[in-house]
């Protein structure tokens, strides 16, 4: 541990540029409609647009979105995302993000009436089966659009305010990270910084399963992760005390290490298994636990953020 701030013993002895893939712009075609999808054909009118060939050219965004390996190296390839459901889709455009295109079936046009007529880019009416064909899932919600990524701040522009930030190092799994950033929103999180090995906020599922809150906290990737031995550097030179949750039993529960809580506090949040690497827990100025009963040995790492975020906010301490 750096500093001794929170006096547990040491841990045992036990990368790459910023994220750069979570927007990467794309030249589009020509004769594309500005903001459109690559498909769109020149000249091509916004609003609604029936559309009856699975294969029109102008659906190519929302094909295979079942096809987890595929669309987790197309979309960030693409500088494109999926916004799902009517709230979402909402939220994104509140929070900023420019529409390339939206495909709906006939009985969402009345309750997107607002958003149909005002969106710059087009907007594609199909039956549901279609829309099933196309994506390869029963679209419940009804409502999908394609979003354009927008460019990933540097570490330090997005900490220069903030006071409390998640950081997670390798938390892979959609989902995970979609309830991490709801739980963020909630509980007034100011920042979550990622690993390169993180999974991505913007991928369908993770979207879905935070109801837009990935919309709603800024977020930035790690040049290198805590694994790393300059990983956390950009983080503790911007003035943040770096406490990792652990549920080693020789961490301090989080309710007592609140003299480590008034300043700038960076929580260090591992994935489920392994949790944190040797070098995350050695580079922490203190260790703390989230005290558990009947025998369970630790939480997901979900339901773990969302206990340490609480703890840490004026009101949980």
């Known amino acids: 541990m750096r500093r001794g701030r929170v006096p547990v ?19 589009t075609p020509p004769g594309t409609p500005p903001g459109a999808s690559p498909g769109t054909p020149a000249g091509a009118p916004y609003g609604p647009q029936r559309v009856d060939d699975p294969h029109d050219p102008r659906l190519s965004d929302y094909t295979d979105l079942t ?8 979309e960030p390839a693409e500088g494109l995302f999926i916004a799902e459901g009517e709230k979402v889709i909402r939220r994104a455009l509140h929070a900023g993000y420019r529409m390339r295109s939206m ?14 007529e005002q969106a710059a880019a087009p907007v594609y009416v199909v039956r549901p089966e279609l829309a099933e064909q196309v994506t390869g899932y029963h679209v419940h ?3 999908l659009a394609a979003m354009h990524r927008a460019p990933l701040p540097a570490v330090p522009e ?30 007034g999180m100011d920042a979550v910084l990622l690993s390169p090995s993180c999974a991505d906020p913007l991928y369908r599922r993770s979207v879905k399963v935070s109801m837009g809150a990935v919309f709603s906290v800024p977020y930035a990737r790690l040049e290198r992760g805590p694994d790393d031995p300059d990983g956390l550097r950009a983080v503790r030179d911007c003035g943040f005390t770096l406490l990792a949750l652990t549920p080693d039993e020789r961490a301090v ?3 007592d290490a609140a003299p480590q809580l008034r300043g700038r506090v960076a929580l260090l949040l591992g ?10 827990l050695s580079e922490a100025d203190g260790w703390v636990r989230i005290p558990l009963s009947h025998g369970v040995d630790s939480l997901n790492v979900a339901a773990a953020a969302a206990v340490a975020f609480y703890a840490t906010t004026p009101h949980g301490r």
């Open 253 to 255: 529960a989080i309710e």
């Open 158 to 187: 997005l900490l220069a305010g903030a006071r409390r930030v998640a950081v997670l190092e390798a938390v892979n799994d959609h989902t995970n990270i979609g309830a991490v950033f709801r739980s963020a929103a909630a509980l």
């Open 67 to 74: 096809d987890v390996a595929l669309r987790r190296r197309r």
């Open 271 to 280: 994935a489920e298994g392994g949790g944190l690497s040797a070098r995350a």
């Open 141 to 143: 919600r009804g409502a």
């Open 9 to 27: 013993p040491a841990p045992e002895a036990g990368r790459r540029r910023r994220g750069s893939a979570d927007a990467v712009p794309v030249p």
């Open 103 to 116: 495909l709906l079936s006939e009985k969402w046009i009345e309750p997107l009436r607002d958003v149909v």
